[in-house]
């Protein structure tokens, strides 16, 4: 178990990543093994449809595990997927759930170059209780192929929360080559 982390907290993570993978697997999506794009990612004002002024710039979603080898083999199925998210622990954030409840606020994920939302979500619950994870899907946005899965994590002493984000490609697989 990683220290300094409840078995819930723990349990709760390990499920989010399960839902990220199981968005890959079920998508049969397909990204080289050695993509190593970045996507920029900030909370705004407003709906995915109309963003308004950015709220707080994040770090950029990297390619997971960081420390993956940038060429070799493929193993596993062929459709398996690259998946990009906040590198680390997570990001801490300097609002609190009150902030991103009190209006209108989303989550969006920019392309490689920062242009376009490729992929979004409306920050909020249907219920929630004080020290409760707030978990949430990002929409691809337009003809973009990108979706994910963010988790606002509320369960720290502190009254800082810690954001975590998962982004997969649901491009489909080519279709297998037949053996020789």
Do not use: K, W
């Not at 990220?20 to 093994?33: C, E, I, K, N, T």
């Not at 398996?80 to 300097?94: E, R, Y």
């Amino acid at each position: 178990m990683v220290f300094g982390m409840s078995r819930q907290a723990f349990a709760v993570r390990a499920g989010a990543v399960a839902v990220a993978g199981s968005m890959v697997f079920g998508a049969h999506a397909a990204l080289a093994v050695h993509e190593n794009l970045e996507f920029p990612v900030a909370i705004h004002a407003g709906t995915c449809e109309m963003p308004g002024d950015e709220v707080l710039a994040l770090d950029n979603l990297v390619r997971l595990p960081t420390d993956a080898p940038m060429e070799g083999e493929r193993a596993g199925a062929p459709g398996s997927q690259v998946i990009h998210g906040t590198p680390d622990d997570g990001v801490d954030l300097t609002l609190t759930v009150d902030d991103l409840f009190a209006a209108d606020h989303i989550l969006a994920v920019f392309d490689a170059e920062g242009e376009n939302i490729v992929a979004c979500s409306p920050i909020g619950a249907y219920t929630f209780e004080e020290g409760n994870d707030l978990f949430f899907g990002l929409r691809s946005q337009g003809e973009s192929p990108y979706s994910g899965v963010a988790i606002i994590d509320n369960d720290d002493d502190d009254d800082d929360l810690d954001l975590e984000v998962y982004l997969v490609n649901n491009t489909p697989a080519p279709a297998a080559t037949p053996a020789a």
